[in-house]
């Protein structure tokens, strides 16, 4: 399948195209609050680098998070936008798992981090059975207090996620336990790719009109809105 991928979850934009032949094209972009302006013309640049034209497209991948509403918005409405004026199938991934796919080879017990603020992180545990497999998770990605996370935190578990480019974070987890890789608060898209095959693999397809960020719980802006009507 021709496939593009794309993750808008962080202030990294990752993108990924792979053509009929296989090869494959990845590029990712320090986009910072960027998403909205830059996302089109750097998939457009992509896909003409690799020679394809948008019509092209079989397959649209696209990280929901959890992470920055704004951003992992903006990537869920484009990769929307694109399956359904292509009719190619679209697939929604976990962002954090994405991430844990970069985990060094031999790390056994990864714990994926993105910051919640209110004091809390979105996590995912995951688990190698052995050395170089794929990461399992352990249970759904949740939100848990900084603190309670920290707790429970294991001897010889590693910590990726765009937490940990916080201080305010990345002073408080062991220094042992980060990660020594590219960008580890980001997917790859190689990664990201690998991902949707499984996913076309077993029929899960979404439906563009459905296909939602995976927010786990409502926003800032929201609360404070139902607060100024329930006045």
């Not at 992470?67 to 936008?81: E, F, I």
């Not at 052995?130 to 429970?152: C, F, K, Q, Y």
């Amino acid at each position: 399948m021709i496939w593009l991928a794309m993750d808008t979850s962080t202030d990294r934009a990752v993108l990924a195209v792979r053509d009929r032949s296989g090869a494959i094209r990845s590029e990712s972009f320090e986009a910072g609050r960027r998403h909205g302006r830059d996302l089109i013309p750097w998939i457009r640049d992509l896909l003409g680098t690799a020679g394809l034209a948008v019509g092209e497209l079989e397959g649209i991948a696209v990280g929901l998070g959890p992470g920055s509403y704004t951003g992992t918005r903006v990537g869920v409405t484009a990769a929307k936008t694109l399956a359904y004026a292509t009719g190619a199938r679209l697939v929604g991934l976990d962002s954090l798992h994405a991430i844990a796919r970069k985990a060094p080879s031999e790390a056994r017990s990864i714990s994926v981090i993105a910051d919640a603020q209110r004091g809390e992180v979105y996590v995912v545990d995951l688990i190698r059975s052995t050395p170089g497999m794929v990461p399992i998770p352990r249970g759904e990605t949740r939100i848990e207090g900084l603190a309670s996370w920290l707790g429970r935190l294991e001897t010889g578990t590693v910590v990726m996620g765009p937490a940990l480019d916080l201080p305010r974070i990345r002073s408080v987890v062991p220094p042992e336990a980060m990660a020594a890789v590219d960008h580890p608060g980001s997917p790859a898209g190689e990664d990201l790719l690998a991902m949707a095959d499984a996913a076309i693999a077993t029929d899960r397809v979404e439906n563009p009109w459905l296909l939602e960020p995976l927010y786990l719980r409502r926003s800032a802006a929201e609360d404070q809105w139902d607060a100024r009507l329930a006045r």
